[in-house]
């Protein structure tokens, strides 16, 4: 019997309508659309407004998509795991909030919490669940609404994140195609340059933490960019080592929208040019644990069936990683 692999068969996307541009934010902080611009490569990010509307709000729309686009229906849903830093709630689940929404009967999930690397850690996950031969369908989503845990005082880290939610389905193959490798990595000394404060166990919510701004996302920059640059572009690197990949036989990058300068280096280390990277960095800004999937929904149409497609990420944590993808369909 031929090996199981676990192949992404389907994806689903969803950004909110309502955009904050760079010169809306040249209005809130000291800042400017070329300082913006020329740092990070973001020129606007979506933002999802409106009273107790959290990541599920995005979720499900992107999943919707995925179902009718495979032609399945939720039911047929085995597993839900959702990659997210910002849950409708501490607790329950967003899996378990958005299995319940989109009517998801049959499947069991949880949420998976690795910043900006979420995403990537759930395709390792959900990919054993699929070669373990016990799991059909797979739901992978990964979103955030960052614009809740954002200071919009706070110039160095309101310029950078936007709200959006994407979703894919892993399926067994028995090709070839789908997961191949995943090199994935964890630093928790990274903890002290990138986090929210409080409102955790560590740090419960008070009048004082909310008035000191710690439920905000704290980022001391230029620390991050070091690790960032240094370490995504050394897995990426290495994936492509470890499996005897070529520049010329890797199809697209598909890296973490952080920053344009990391994405560009983690590019230069690989040997590749800049039209085989997907970036959006420029329309949403980092999503967190949307970016990844949103790349799939807006490159879909351009995917061949035995694409070489490496995906890289850095978060918080530190998390990092790279995985290994020969893509199963024709966009």
Same mark, same amino acid.
């Given at each position: 019997?031929?090996?199981i692999?676990?192949?992404i068969?389907?994806?689903?996307?969803y950004?909110?309508?309502?955009i904050?541009?760079?010169?809306d934010? =040249?209005k809130?902080?000291e800042?400017?659309?070329?300082?913006?611009?020329?740092?990070t490569?973001i020129?606007?990010?979506?933002?999802?407004k409106?009273?107790?509307k959290?990541?599920?709000?995005?979720?499900?729309?992107?999943? =919707?998509?995925?179902?009718?686009?495979?032609?399945i229906? *939720?039911?047929?849903?085995?597993? %839900? %795991?959702?990659?997210?830093v910002?849950g409708?709630?501490i607790?329950?689940s967003?899996?378990?909030?958005?299995?319940? !929404? %989109?009517?998801?009967?049959? *499947?069991w999930g949880?949420?998976?919490?690795?910043?900006?690397?979420?995403f990537?850690?759930?395709?390792?996950?959900?990919?054993k669940? %699929?070669?373990?031969g !016990?799991?059909k369908?797979?739901?992978?989503?990964?979103?955030?609404?960052?614009s809740?845990?954002?200071?919009?005082?706070?110039?160095?880290t309101?310029i950078?994140?936007?709200d959006?939610?994407?979703?894919?389905?892993?399926?067994?193959d028995?090709?070839?195609?789908g997961?191949q490798?995943a090199?994935?990595?964890?630093?928790?000394s990274g903890?002290?340059?990138?986090h929210q404060?409080?409102?955790?166990?560590?740090?419960?919510p008070?009048?004082?933490?909310v008035? *000191?701004k710690?439920?905000?996302?704290?980022?001391?920059?230029k620390t991050?960019?070091?690790?960032?640059?240094?370490?995504?572009?050394?897995?990426?690197?290495?994936i492509?080592e470890?499996?005897?990949?070529?520049?010329d036989s890797?199809?697209w990058?598909?890296?973490?929208? *952080?920053?344009?300068?990391?994405?560009?280096?983690t590019?230069?280390?690989?040997?590749?040019?800049?039209?085989?990277?997907?970036?959006?960095?420029e329309?949403?800004?980092?999503t967190?644990?949307?970016?990844?999937p949103l790349?799939?929904?807006?490159?879909?149409?351009k995917? !061949?069936?035995?694409?070489?497609?490496?995906?890289?990420?850095f978060?918080?944590?530190?998390?990092?990683g790279s995985?290994?993808?020969?893509?199963?369909?024709?966009?």
């Amino acid at each position: 019997m031929s090996k199981i692999t676990a192949a992404i068969t389907a994806v689903g996307g969803y950004v909110p309508p309502d955009i904050l541009s760079n010169a809306d934010l =040249e209005k809130m902080v000291e800042t400017s659309d070329e300082w913006i611009t020329t740092r990070t490569g973001i020129k606007e990010r979506h933002i999802l407004k409106g009273e107790n509307k959290g990541v599920t709000e995005m979720a499900v729309p992107a999943v =919707e998509e995925l179902l009718r686009k495979r032609g399945i229906t *939720a039911d047929e849903l085995d597993v %839900i %795991i959702c990659a997210t830093v910002t849950g409708d709630m501490i607790f329950p689940s967003s899996a378990c909030v958005i299995a319940d !929404k %989109i009517g998801a009967k049959n *499947a069991w999930g949880f949420d998976l919490q690795a910043a900006c690397s979420g995403f990537l850690f759930g395709l390792e996950t959900g990919a054993k669940f %699929i070669e373990s031969g !016990k799991h059909k369908k797979v739901l992978l989503i990964g979103g955030d609404k960052m614009s809740a845990i954002i200071d919009y005082t706070d110039r160095n880290t309101c310029i950078i994140f936007g709200d959006g939610a994407g979703c894919v389905l892993l399926e067994p193959d028995n090709e070839g195609f789908g997961v191949q490798d995943a090199l994935l990595h964890i630093d928790g000394s990274g903890r002290h340059y990138l986090h929210q404060k409080a409102g955790g166990s560590q740090k419960p919510p008070t009048h004082q933490t909310v008035d *000191a701004k710690e439920h905000f996302v704290f980022q001391d920059g230029k620390t991050v960019f070091k690790f960032a640059v240094t370490n995504m572009a050394q897995v990426s690197y290495e994936i492509m080592e470890r499996n005897n990949l070529t520049a010329d036989s890797v199809t697209w990058l598909v890296p973490h929208q *952080a920053n344009l300068r990391i994405i560009d280096a983690t590019a230069e280390r690989m040997g590749l040019s800049r039209d085989k990277i997907m970036i959006n960095i420029e329309k949403y800004g980092n999503t967190t644990n949307g970016t990844l999937p949103l790349l799939l929904w807006e490159w879909e149409k351009k995917l !061949k069936k035995g694409d070489n497609l490496i995906f890289s990420a850095f978060g918080g944590g530190f998390t990092w990683g790279s995985v290994y993808i020969k893509w199963a369909y024709n966009g």
